[in-house]
């Protein structure tokens, strides 16, 4: 019984080498088409988060926030760039426009 459970396991040794690919070949080919991809992903998550940061830092000066809010606020905008954005448009577009009347009208 255990001979058996043995000998089932080592059926094909090369897909457990070779994460699931038959061949070193697949693995390789597998591993170059990722990778522009995951390069790309990276690049894309970098430019919203510079620019997450950047309204996170520009919008919290209009609303009045001292350096160390903004700071730590621009720190989680970078983070979770898609998160705040989202939030910055459902919450805060509406309180920057009110600051804005405000401040032509003094």
Not at 31 to 47: A, G
Not at 78 to 98: E, Q
Request: aromatic letters at 16%.
């Amino acid at each position: 019984m255990y001979k058996n459970s043995v000998e089932q396991s080592n059926e094909n040794p090369t897909q457990e080498k070779y994460h699931g690919c038959t061949n070193n070949e697949d693995y390789e080919r597998k591993e170059r088409l990722s990778t522009p991809l995951v390069m790309l992903m990276f690049v894309i998550y970098l430019i919203l988060g510079i620019y997450a940061a950047k309204l996170s830092w520009h919008s919290n000066t209009k609303a009045g926030w001292n350096n160390g809010y903004k700071v730590i606020f621009a720190i989680f905008a970078f983070m979770f760039p898609i998160t705040y954005t989202t939030a910055h448009i459902i919450f805060k577009l509406d309180l920057l426009s009110k600051i804005k009347e405000t401040s032509y009208k003094v």
